[in-house]
């Protein structure tokens, strides 16, 4: 069976401005409804206004490790 991540929400986590305007892009390729979030904090109130389908998150974030924020995050 075939996935689709066609009208998905998702939340992408990236702190590096350029890899998240182009990850974004290739999401919203896809059919995907992309919130972005530079930091984990604001990943945490996105999530409080409105829960993703799924999340994108760079592996080192600046401000915590992407173990940390994904910890965060469930």
Same mark, same amino acid.
């Given at each position: &069976?075939?996935?689709? @991540?066609?009208? !998905?929400?998702?939340? @992408?986590? =990236? #702190? %590096?401005?350029?890899?998240?305007?182009?990850? =974004?892009?290739? @999401?919203?390729?896809?059919?995907?409804?992309?919130?972005? !979030? &530079?930091?984990?904090?604001?990943?945490?109130?996105?999530? /409080? /206004? %409105?829960?993703? #389908? $799924?999340?994108?998150? #760079?592996?080192?974030?600046? #401000?915590?490790?992407? &173990? $940390? &924020? /994904?910890? $965060?995050?469930?």
């Amino acid at each position: &069976a075939s996935v689709t @991540l066609r009208g !998905a929400r998702v939340l @992408l986590v =990236e #702190d %590096q401005m350029l890899i998240a305007m182009e990850t =974004e892009n290739s @999401l919203r390729e896809l059919g995907v409804e992309v919130v972005v !979030a &530079a930091s984990c904090e604001e990943a945490l109130r996105r999530i /409080a /206004a %409105q829960t993703p #389908d $799924a999340a994108v998150l #760079d592996v080192n974030l600046g #401000d915590t490790t992407s &173990a $940390a &924020a /994904a910890e $965060a995050l469930k």
